[in-house]
């Protein structure tokens, strides 16, 4: 048995050698993805067109693969372009190169801008990269290099893919890339030279190309020539010699008081540091061959005002700090605090606005003694301020957020009326720079705002820019606090507030600008039942306090009109021999009139009661039972709602519920306005009926139509419609109930008094946060026309883009509430970056004296070439260092060069303005234009060539080579390029 058992255990362990390793996995892998985005065969293009690279479109698809637990991202990068149809010419095309090859000896795309850094090398369209994936290590030892550049060429082999392939090592920083390109018997190796210092050898052509031609080493002699393509960049970094067009304000005086070239409802704008930090200036010599110049240690002829090109960047100050981005920024971290306007100032200050206020009162009070003037001519600020003199006597100046002649500049700003000895109609008045048509005006449509000449829009300002320069939270707060103490002392002695358009709140505007519209609305009702009451008692000058719930005054109106039609105010459709009645109780009405209204009340005794409230005769229209004329009635208007008062109401009718009794209750309460109507029209019309009242109030209810009658003639016969014949509906219920009372005895509709110090009590309650939440709309829409005017002034398209996407992108965001703080910071970036463009242009325009630029067509030159600097990623200056760009920003670089010189040779050098005008020969310029540029702090060189390789029999292929060397950076990327057919 044991003999048995040894050849068993000679064969337990089993190694099969077939099983794929991980580096086999992953070389799949890489061409499992190659495969899969059909990078197989040679995918041919059009040839590239000059500053396609830049012009052009990239795009990238990627994928991930794993090396065992390693993670790799691969890359796709290609320009799209349309493809070129080769059929039909495979068979004579066998033996060409692929076109990344061809590629590398295209001149028309060096030095792209803005592209990939393998593009700006190689001249690559099209190519792949393997980099270790973003939570991966760095690839840094040699075998592991060698092992995934080995992985790459047996996958190119595998798929016969064309498409370079490239695999980034080192630390990324490095941007370290080594690939190849395979094609049929031909191969082309990428590979890259990294240094912090270079040798001095290597600084200038003469050394790179000894290094070129060694790399290639190309078996002919002699050697085909090189071509070489050189840029040199100069960059201007000093700008203190030219003065910045912005002029900043006056920090100190605007904290004094002074406003100081800023007006209270203007906001700043511009930025605070030059927006641009350097200049880009690249010089290059696009098409070189060797031995044409001389370039080496000694000497060189590289003088940059003789290159043939010169293109010219701008590099931009990182987040300038600007003047509106700020303003705005600041005021929108105020709707991030959560203190209260008693927190902020204080419960003493508070303790002293209480008497103040009862100051104030004492004072008002002399409104209801025999004075020597009449009362429109009592100013507002005079009285206020009367009083808070005595009040900051107590406080002390020290402990007042704002000092009084601040206080005072912004409330005649706001409130001009306290100035002028006649009141106003408390309409706007600032209506000469903008019109209620213009597309500007009515952005508050789309904002959710507030009108650009309203009170609620230059409270807004006067808000913001107290915060941003006169004690910030602690100024908001007195200011609101003064604020809403001016609108309570216009209720309670029936002075409109200016600024606001008249009529009922408007919807489309802001909350806060809907509730001071309903505050005036109130004080119009209460000012004209005063007007009412003084004519009602033969001129006796009545208490100004009146307008309390109870008082008679209560039931009188302002202002009453016909349906869809202007009406009469209460004095010029009231009966000079009627006086004022108190408002009678059902029981004294049905006592005092000995009638009752109805149908069955009995048409003769309803005939012979008066007619009251009649406003006009409406048409020919009678009434249908007696024949006498159909007068339409003096009615009372709608109460006016503010948008939270409506969404209120529409609750409370949705808690009703679907039952009969919720319906019908709901019914009673939409029908107050209705059963006010039904009164007036029994009070202008005794005798009249029901179907009277349709044919004026709903027409299309009274269906008539013609009839022969018995007679034998046609005549018109009408009726009321289906659902007014519904037995019970609300209508007959409310005509039955409705009494013969006309519109100045009802009770009110809209009680002015209870509405009024529901909006004081609105406003005394609100925080400063709410405030700026309420506010901010209008900000931002004052904003936005800030930019739109400054824009104006400069005409940069590119702008005007920019701030049509502003106003739809704010239009989303404002017009619904409670908007998303991290919107709301999305638009004010975005009118900051706008502003910084705008800073810009102007920056440049002054630098390159455009305005005081005589000859019109050298400026129109130089507007297109500063809009081109600020659009484009390089500009091309026409005519190079010849052209009227080129001399500016020769000047540009001289005068910063003696600014770095030192006194003995910046007193040997000539005038700039004589350097200018001397267009001689290169010898005669070259002793002063030496001096005119700093050593260029980057040069690039790319240098070509087609040359056979390995072997002189070998397949001529084209060979690059890319040099950059800056401060502290030097690299060389090399291409070189293989016969493979017989090795």
């Not at 992108?809 to 404002?814: D, E, N, P, Q, Y």
């Not at 009118?831 to 002054?846: D, F, H, M, P, Y």
């Not at 020969?921 to 060189?941: C, I």
């Amino acid at each position: 048995m044991a003999a048995d058992s040894e050849p068993e255990s000679e064969v337990f362990e089993i190694t099969d050698f077939t099983t794929a390793s991980e580096w086999e996995r992953f070389i799949s892998k890489v061409e499992e993805v190659l495969n899969d985005w059909k990078l197989i065969g040679n995918s041919w293009g059009k040839p590239l067109e000059k500053g396609i690279f830049t012009s052009g479109t990239w795009e990238e698809k990627s994928d991930e693969i794993y090396f065992a637990d390693f993670k790799f991202s691969v890359t796709h990068h290609y320009l799209v372009q349309e493809s070129t149809d080769k059929e039909g010419k495979d068979e004579i095309l066998e033996d060409v190169i692929p076109q990344s090859m061809q590629d590398l000896l295209c001149m028309n795309n060096d030095f792209p801008p803005r592209a990939h850094c393998l593009v700006r090398w190689y001249g690559l369209r099209e190519f792949v990269v393997i980099a270790p994936a973003a939570n991966s290590d760095a690839v840094l030892s040699e075998s592991k290099c060698n092992l995934l550049l080995s992985s790459v060429s047996i996958a190119l082999g595998n798929t016969g893919c064309q498409v370079p392939l490239f695999v980034q090592i080192h630390h990324k920083w490095r941007r370290m890339y080594v690939g190849e390109c395979q094609g049929p018997g031909v191969r082309t190796d990428f590979e890259m030279v990294h240094l912090r210092k270079v040798p001095n050898q290597y600084t200038h052509l003469s050394g790179l190309l000894d290094i070129f031609k060694s790399k290639i080493g190309c078996p002919l002699t002699p050697l085909p020539p090189v071509s070489i393509a050189i840029r040199f960049t100069y960059v201007l970094q000093d700008w203190q010699q030219y003065f910045w067009p912005q002029q900043p304000p006056d920090i100190d005086a605007l904290v004094g008081g002074e406003v100081g070239g800023l007006e209270f409802g203007k906001l700043p704008f511009g930025a605070c540091e030059d927006p641009i930090s350097e200049l880009h200036l690249a010089t290059t010599w696009p098409h070189l061959t060797e031995g044409i110049i001389v370039d080496n240690d000694v000497y060189s002829d590289l003088d940059p005002i003789q290159a043939p090109h010169w293109s010219v960047r701008v590099r931009k100050a990182d987040n300038p700090q600007c003047l509106l981005g700020d303003f705005v920024t600041e005021f929108f971290k105020v709707c991030r605090r959560k203190e209260s306007t008693d927190e902020i100032l204080g419960r003493s200050t508070f303790e002293e606005e209480g008497r103040e206020i009862a100051d104030i009162t004492h004072a008002l009070s002399k409104l209801t003694e025999p004075a020597p003037v009449p009362i429109h001519k009592l100013s507002v600020s005079n009285m206020v301020h009367t009083a808070k003199k005595k009040i900051r006597k107590h406080r002390g100046i020290e402990e007042s957020p704002l000092n009084n002649d601040v206080l005072n500049t912004i409330l005649l700003f706001l409130f001009p009326d306290a100035a002028s000895e006649k009141p106003l109609d408390g309409t706007s008045t600032d209506n000469s720079n903008s019109s209620s048509e213009s597309e500007d005006y009515n952005l508050y449509n789309q904002f959710k705002s507030a009108p650009s000449d309203s009170l609620t829009y230059k409270l807004a300002l006067c808000l913001c820019m107290i915060n941003f320069y006169h004690g910030g939270l602690k100024g908001v707060a007195h200011l609101w606090q003064e604020f809403v103490l001016e609108m309570r002392f216009r209720w309670e002695n029936d002075f409109l507030i200016p600024g606001l358009a008249s009529g009922p709140p408007d919807l489309r505007c802001c909350l806060l600008h809907q509730k001071l519209q309903m505050l005036n609305c109130c004080i119009e009702r209460k000012k004209a039942r005063d007007e009412g009451r003084k004519t009602s008692t033969s001129g006796q000058v009545t208490d100004a306090h009146s307008g309390e719930a109870g008082e008679a005054g209560d039931r009188l109106k302002d202002t009453d009109k016909e349906k869809g039609e202007v009406g009469k105010s209460w004095d010029s459709w009231s009966d000079s021999e009627e006086e004022f009645f108190e408002c009678l109780s059902d029981t004294e009405e049905l006592k005092g009139n000995g009638q009752e209204s109805g149908r069955k009340g009995g048409l003769k005794e309803m005939a012979n009661l008066k007619p009251e409230g009649r406003l006009y005769q409406h048409g020919k229209l009678t009434l249908l039972h007696n024949g006498e004329p159909l007068y339409i009635p003096v009615t009372q208007e709608p109460a006016p709602m503010t948008e939270d008062l409506l969404e209120e109401q529409s609750e409370v009718l949705a808690k009703l519920g679907t039952s009969a009794e919720g319906a019908h209750l709901r019914a009673r309460m939409q029908s107050a306005c209705l059963l006010s109507d039904m009164e007036s029209f029994k009070a202008a019309n005794p005798g009249c009926f029901l179907e009277d009242f349709v044919r004026w109030y709903s027409p299309r209810d009274y269906i008539e139509e013609e009839v022969i009658d018995e007679k034998g003639n046609m005549v018109l016969k009408g009726e009321l419609s289906a659902r007014m014949k519904i037995p019970s509906n609300m209508w007959v219920e409310a005509w039955e109930t409705a009494k013969p009372v006309p519109a100045r005895r009802q009770r009110r509709l809209f009680d002015d008094t209870r509405e009024a110090e529901k909006v004081l009590h609105y406003l005394a309650v609100q925080k400063p946060a709410d405030l700026a939440r309420h506010l901010l709309p209008c900000v931002i829409h004052a904003a936005v026309l800030k930019v739109k005017e400054e824009e104006s002034l400069e005409n940069i398209s590119s702008v005007k883009k920019i701030i049509k996407q502003i106003i739809s992108h704010s239009s989303k965001v404002l017009h619904f509430p409670n908007p998303e703080d991290k919107k709301l910071e999305e638009i004010i970036h975005q009118i900051t970056n706008v502003e910084a463009l705008i800073a810009r242009a102007r920056s440049l325009k002054a630098k390159f004296g455009i305005d005081k630029c005589e000859q019109e067509e050298e400026k129109e030159d130089l507007e297109r070439f500063v809009s081109c600097l600020l659009e484009q990623p390089e500009v091309l200056v026409v005519g190079a260092g010849r052209g009227h760009a080129g001399r500016i920003i020769q000047k540009l670089f001289v005068n910063a060069q003696r600014l770095t010189e030192s006194s003995d040779e910046a007193a040997a050098m000539a005038p700039p303005e004589e350097e200018l005008k001397r267009m001689g020969s290169p010898e005669e310029r070259r002793p002063n234009s030496v001096s005119d540029f700093p050593p260029p702090a980057g040069r690039e060189l790319i240098l070509r060539t087609t040359v056979p390789r390995p072997a002189p029999y070998s397949r001529a292929l084209p060979q690059r080579m890319y040099s950059v060397l800056t401060k502290e950076d030097f690299r060389l990327a090399g291409a070189f390029s293989s016969d493979t057919s017989f090795f």
